[in-house]
């Protein structure tokens, strides 16, 4: 629903990149409300989310993608199914789901920061993210 992984993974590209690449999150389905530990811990290391409002594939108005990235099965089925007739390449990245985590606030905390730096990691690694190219 647009509220967790791809709204973190949109946040960490266009910081990374400095927009000089054009990323967009979209979820499955309608109805999802921006997750509050998302928020947080994007926060701990300087990316405010607060203002992003959850989308959908439908609600994307450019359909011009070079490469599509999907965090669930659900919406790696969606990509794949969109793009039958276009030529952009579509990747699924297995990436847990944090809000299934339990426990304290600090263990729910810890699943949601674990998510975001695998994000952080699998996007540097393939887009070709290096400091010096950035600064």
């Known amino acids: 629903m647009n509220a967790v992984r791809s709204p973190m993974a949109e946040a960490i590209a266009k910081h990374l990149f400095n927009r000089k ?9 309608p109805g999802g409300e921006l997750d509050p530990f998302a928020v947080k ?69 810890e699943a949601y920061r674990t998510v975001r730096d695998g994000l952080m990691r699998r996007i540097k690694d393939r887009l070709g993210w290096s400091p010096q190219a950035h600064d």
């Open 21 to 29: 690449i054009y990323f967009q999150s979209a979820g499955v389905r």
């Open 41 to 109: 811990v994007l926060e701990e290391i300087g990316l405010d989310i607060s203002r992003h409002r959850p989308r959908t594939f439908d609600d994307i108005e450019d359909s011009n993608f070079d490469l599509i990235v999907t965090l669930a099965p659900e919406a790696h089925h969606k990509a794949l199914d969109l793009t039958r007739t276009q030529a952009m390449d579509v990747e699924y990245w297995p990436t847990q789901d944090p809000q299934l985590a339990s426990g304290s606030r600090e263990q729910i905390l």
